[in-house]
Each structure stands twice: as structure tokens, then as C-alpha cells.
């Protein structure tokens, strides 16, 4: 998955597959995770947001999907 990488005190880097709807995201920690059932919308979104890490965590981390730690 190709990861492109962001502007985000909490974020390193976001990588979407539209196939499986997964959203991988690479944490500044250095944690890595997939996010299962993301629309391509609400990937776009985030990518386009003012701010990452507060549209991550208002939408994806509090929202329905889940995840599961990859690294």
C-alpha cells in the first residue's frame, strides 16, 4: 500500500486501499495501523482536513471501523 505522508503532530503517514476500504495509518510513535471499512470519502477527507490528527480522531478513531495493529 503506497503511503503517502502527512502534516500531523499525531499522524507520520496515510495509505487507502479502495478495493478492501482499508485505511492504513503510521502514527508518529511509530505504532501502524489498518482501518477496516473506511469509505473512499471519508479517506479523501481526511487528506484534505486543516488538520489530520483532529479529523482522525473525531472520525475514524472515534468512529465504526475497526482496527487492528499491524507494527
Do not use: C, E, W
Amino acid at each position: 500500500m503506497n503511503m503517502v505522508p502527512v502534516s500531523s503532530s499525531n499522524l507520520s503517514a496515510v495509505g487507502y486501499d479502495a478495493t478492501t476500504q482499508t485505511l492504513r495509518v503510521s502514527f508518529v510513535d511509530g505504532g501502524l495501523y489498518d482501518y477496516s471499512g473506511v469509505p473512499a470519502s471519508v479517506h479523501a477527507s481526511l487528506m484534505s482536513a486543516s488538520s489530520h490528527g483532529a479529523y482522525f480522531d473525531a472520525h475514524i478513531k472515534k468512529g465504526p471501523y475497526r482496527y487492528r495493529k499491524i507494527g
